[in-house]
């Protein structure tokens, strides 16, 4: 089953020059320019082309259906899912719910609560990095060590290939009811 994405608040989240640095590691090449944007091509080996237009600019009014139609070009080039690309170009998503498990609890002595989840971003599963109050640190804590699953937003951000949740709220064990 193939998934389009078409949800403009997550295509708007895109940015242009993450795409781009995409684009490059990917071997997508800069064929013309557009104003003050270009239009990348790549052939695959089975000769199935693509062309992905790429502009620097956010605030145009189709800019999510330009990035819905980048993803569908960049499917068929890449043979991979729009889940799986988006995945990869997501550096950060404002107000989101993740459910995941505990995977790696600590406590710092100057009193900051870390726990890693492992939940799922746009598809794929993925460390998140959270940092707790003491409360929530002991459900966390409770969750950990009864397999349990948790809940949580908050403001999901990519650096370094890692993602973290920022201004959480709603820490919750999950229960089997």
């Known amino acids: ?5 078409r949800d403009s608040q997550i295509l708007k989240t895109i940015e242009p020059n993450v795409l781009e640095a995409y684009l490059q590691i990917n071997g997508w090449h800069k064929q013309r320019q557009f104003y003050e ?4 091509h790549k052939k695959n080996d089975s000769g199935q082309e693509g062309q992905i237009l790429l502009s620097p600019h956010k605030e145009f009014d189709d800019f999510a259906e330009v990035m819905c139609q980048n993803l569908k070009a960049l499917e068929i080039v890449e043979n991979r899912s729009q889940l799986e690309i988006l995945s990869d170009l997501i550096t950060s998503l404002p107000n989101v719910e993740i459910q995941g498990w505990i995977n790696k609890l600590h406590s710092g002595e100057s009193g900051t609560c870390q726990v890693t989840i492992m939940g799922f971003v746009v598809g794929k599963l993925r460390k998140i990095h959270l940092e707790l109050s003491e409360a929530d640190y002991q459900l966390a804590f409770k969750a950990y060590e009864e397999r349990s699953a948790i809940t949580c937003s908050g403001d999901l951000i990519k650096e ?3 993602f973290g949740l920022k201004n959480q709220h709603n820490f919750a064990v999950l229960t089997d009811s």
């Open 37 to 40: 944007g270009f239009i990348w």
């Open 160 to 162: 370094n290939d890692c």
């Open 1 to 5: 089953m193939k998934v389009t994405v």
